[in-house]
């Protein structure tokens, strides 16, 4: 018949089986940890990707529908611009491009703001990392017959981190696509019917990714 020392100590855990113990829960937890930040950091780059397709696709959308409200009217300007244009330059990664529409959304009351405005698309690097570049939007806040870089106007960010973005133009005289457009060209004061935008942006793994929309301008002519 055992003490009841000996029965205690019988009882117990020695050492050796408190330290397998710990090791064997160690390497458990290790390996969840490892699971758990896994699948946090999928998940992590699968909203980026989302937020990134979702963001380019805004991105054109709101240029098309801006683009299909360009205009133009019938006015005389001794000087060098008129109030209404379509202008474009090819450039080697963000094509600029500037047009007057009505595409103009007033949010506040009481400012001489009307429905039209000069919109212009371009490229521009990030202040915080020269090695992006941002698709980005200006928009005046009236139409002057003047230079439209020196207008007053706002300018943000429509879509940070692009490859590049292009238009081109079709030309329904000519039944053919340009890579620019300057209405005010002698005998190409007119705009084109659709303009075609090209978005390239860069995914998680960085290879290219390229999205388009065709923009089908409503009003071709001058209007009076």
Excluded at 43 to 60: F, I, M, N, P, Y
Excluded at 152 to 171: H, M, N, Q, T
Excluded at 185 to 206: C, K, M, Y
Aim: hydrophobic fraction near 40%; charge should be neutral.
């Amino acid at each position: 018949m055992k003490r009841p020392i000996e029965r205690a100590r019988a009882a117990g855990f020695t050492l050796i089986e408190i330290l397998l113990a710990m090791a064997i829960l160690a390497f458990i937890t290790t390996i969840m940890f490892g699971a758990f930040s896994q699948t946090a950091a999928k998940k992590k780059a699968l909203e980026a990707a989302q937020e990134r397709v979702h963001t380019a696709r805004v991105a054109l959308m709101r240029m098309s529908r801006e683009l299909e409200m360009a205009y133009l009217s019938s006015e005389t300007s001794p000087g060098t611009y008129t109030r209404t244009f379509l202008t474009s330059s090819s450039q080697a990664s963000v094509d600029e491009l500037s047009f007057s529409t009505f595409a103009h959304q007033r949010l506040r009351g009481g400012l001489a703001e009307s429905d039209t405005s000069v919109v212009t698309y371009y490229g521009d690097r990030d202040p915080d990392d020269p090695r992006v570049t941002n698709l980005m939007r200006r928009e005046t806040r009236r139409l002057q017959a003047d230079d439209p870089k020196a207008l007053s106007g706002e300018s943000y960010i429509l879509c940070p981190d692009v490859a590049r973005v292009k238009f081109s133009f079709y030309d329904y005289k000519k039944k053919e696509w340009e890579n620019e457009w300057n209405t005010h060209t002698p005998g190409a004061d007119f705009l084109p019917s659709h303009v075609r935008i090209t978005l390239i942006v860069l995914d998680e793994q960085g290879r290219e990714v390229s999205y388009a929309t065709d923009a089908r301008l409503r009003m071709t002519e001058k209007i009076q």
